[in-house]
């Protein structure tokens, strides 16, 4: 059974099921008629029609009746609508960042998570923001959707009314990866959500774990770069940064392939533009850091790959 | 309106349009050729073309989603084979098809014109729409690598990815080109050349179909030619129209986009009312219901597709007042479309019903295109809309209303105007037994999609989640039987022009001008031109 996990989803699936009942009624109206006159009027009994023109009284009536009919329709979606955007304000407040193609939820006391961790039935707002490109938060669950758009401080809320993990899917194209751009919503009763939102150890920020990490491996996360390269040697997008330098490539320059080794200029021509030279056997996919990545950062993220063997 | 009787036989060596000894021969015969009947053909040839592609290039999309995770292809290039699929389907076959083909043959002969107002512009039109398709197709060859952005083009992906495609875009931008003349032409010659008699009132609904449409051409098609025009701008010299970084506003490009993309569904689906305004009446064997409530809604919804366009954008981030008024404002679009519905079932009552497949062809459209609008009005109210925009749902509403509407129009039209364009009878049968197939397996390839929406499934997924895949196995199933029908009909149409018999004046017993010339019509239509003296659709009638 597909869960109703949030207080918008039954007056969603009302909305839903009023229009599709109402609708159904009149389809199968309109069928059952084609079918009866199919059969009633068949040529072979009938070798001419009758000369009607029309009829007014029907034309103002089957004018009016859908008016009315989906004015109704209207009014519910809005009511329901309504509700949506109205957040109450004792809402708890996540910021969600959306990038090509991951999630990041940061809570009010500074803890991150890839995963949303919410208390149920308390109302949750979202302020969402893009780091690139048009994405859009959807928790089929909830009923719930809203586009993420760069530059743009979309919000939307819910009331989870139930316990469990719920799919949550990026629903505006974004790219190669906008199928995998997908993450959980997991609702917690308040106790264990109490316990896990105070407790020092969990949903720490990644590069606090560390003692005294390089700046550079923040910047590299920061950057959004693990998304398409991993460190652990397997290839996802690009390929991996593990032993990356020092390593001797293979590289398409233009048509020209040629052996390079990668050296602190590749990596820095990589960045700045990523398709000049591309490791063989991938697609230039990789947007430019040209107008993103200050000097000072890229020696900070060049000098942490350098430390990957 | 008869008057080809009153021609003295043999006064003028019959001969049709295509025995026509014009300025060329060969294939200079047709590319240059200003005949409207010449220059629907050649739309007809390129278009079967570029819908045969497309369709494939659906197959493989189907086949693709068959499983989840990698079945046939990468991610990048299920990304290029949807995108691809829906710009050549929407730009080359969907919103052309019904005009240019069967409104470049049609629409002079029943006015009672030689041709149109400007041949020369209609050749011109063709010529840049076949210019506009190769240079989409070729954009898939270039550096780069074919365009992934879906047909939307929606900022800034389309600026910030890499594929070519500028050069994509640009080919839909001659297209659009195309589109604004063909209206243009259209519009001039309904005011121009109706023949004497012809008033506005005893036009075929098909012509006031294309009236309707040829303002939404002229009117609606700049807006998305600026809109193109400004992605390759801001693609090559990064002025900042839509690229936020730049002060740009990638709404803009959302909103410029439905201005025209909005009117244009309407561009798709009018000229397909209008064919279908002709069938029936033909295959009931008596005059449509209610003439003037049809003609007048097509204006109406003409009108209103103008004022609706931010439905698409429910999600957006616009402002809530916005996404109420354009709900508010979408389901009045719903009225002029039902009193279309009503009209035409009515007219099949008390009528002399013939099942043959172009009549099967129009009640299986009005069949599926109820499926297509009833469900748009779930997707009109906003609270629906939250959750369903961007799942699946939204992707088997569009093909309900885009290939269950327009495209078994555009059969439909086909199969009724074969003998008439190409002067030979196709196999009945076969031609039943192709649209049963065809019926079928659009039923079972898009049915399943409003379940896997309503269950969340996003569109435009090249993976997906397990609980989603018995929805997509059976859709998948779907496509195979629904290129089947296809294929069958397409055998069943060209084993006809190889050889079929040869077709009567009037095989149908229809009543509009187009059936009183011979199959195929003469080069100039009518050796005289017609006086016109009644309505449309004025059909013997019992002697009482």
Known sequence: MFPRASSFANQVDGVFWYIVGVSLFFFVGIVAFMIYCAIKYNRKKRPFGSHIEGNVPLEIIWTLVPTLVVLTMFYYGWVGFKDERTVPKDAMVVDVTASMWSWLFEYQNGKQSEILFVPVGKPVRLNMYSQDVIHSFFVPAFRIKEDIVPEMSNYMWFKATETGVFDVFCAEYCGLRHSKMLSKVIVLSQEDFDSLYHNPKALKPEEEEEEGPPPGKALTKVHWCFSCHTTDGSTLVGPSFKGIFGAKRKVMTGDQEREITVDDGYLRKSMLEPNADIVKGTKPLMPSYKTVITEQEMDHMVDYLKTLK | MGMTDTVPAGAHPEISFYEEKGRYGGIFSWIFSTNHKRIGILYF?????????????????????????????????????????????????????????????????????????????????????????????????????????????????????????????????????????????????????????????????????????????????????????????????????????????????????????????????????????????????????????????????????????????????????????????????????????????????????????????????????????????VLGALAADVHLQDTYFVVGHFHYVMFGGTGFAFFGALHHWFPKMFGKMFDERAAKLAWGTLFVGFMVLYFPMFALGWHGMPRRYYDYLPQFQSDHVISTVGSWILILGLALMAINLLAALWKGKKAEANPWGGTTLEWQIPSPPPPENFEEIPRVDRGPYEFARETV
């Open chain 2, 45 to 377: 040839v390129t278009m079967m073309t570029f819908f045969a592609v497309a369709a494939v290039l659906g197959v493989l999309i189907r086949l693709e989603l068959i499983a989840p995770g990698k079945t046939i292809m990468e991610a990048q290039t299920y990304n290029a084979i949807y995108t691809l699929h829906g710009v050549l389907m929407i730009f080359l076959f969907v919103i052309p098809g019904l005009p240019a083909v069967f409104g470049n043959f049609f629409l002079p002969i029943q006015i009672g014109a030689k041709d149109v107002s400007f041949p020369a512009i209609n050749l011109l039109s063709w010529w840049l729409f076949l210019a506009g398709g190769i240079l989409a197709v070729v954009s898939l060859f270039t550096k780069g690598g074919p365009i992934d952005t879906g047909w939307t083009f929606y900022a800034p992906y389309s600026i910030r990815t890499e594929t070519n495609v500028s050069l994509a875009v640009f080919g839909v931008f001659l297209i659009g080109l195309s589109s604004i003349l063909t209206g243009l032409n259209f519009l001039t010659t309904i005011h121009r050349l109706r023949a004497p008699g012809m008033t506005w009132f005893r036009m075929p609904l098909f012509v006031w179909s294309l009236y309707a449409t040829g303002w939404i051409q002229v009117l609606a098609t700049p807006i998305i030619g600026i809109t193109l025009l400004l992605i390759i701008f801001e693609r090559f010299l990064g002025i900042g129209f839509f690229d936020p970084t730049k002060g740009g506003d990638p709404l803009l490009l959302q909103h410029m986009f439905w201005i025209y993309s909005h009117p244009a569904v309407y561009i798709m689906i009018l000229p397909g009312m209008g064919a279908i305004s002709e069938i029936i009446p033909v295959f009931s064997r008596r005059t449509i219901f209610g003439y003037k409530a049809i003609a007048m809604s097509s204006l109406g919804i003409a009108i209103l597709g103008y004022f609706v366009w931010g439905h698409h954008m429910f999600t957006s981030g616009m402002s809530v007042t916005a996404r109420v008024v354009f709900s508010f404002l979408t389901f009045f679009v719903a009225i002029p479309t039902a009193i279309k519905v009503f009209n035409w079932i009515s007219t099949l009552y008390k009528g002399s019903i013939d099942l043959a497949s172009p009549m099967l062809y129009a009640l299986s459209f009005i069949f599926l295109f109820s499926i297509g609008g009833l469900t748009g009005l």
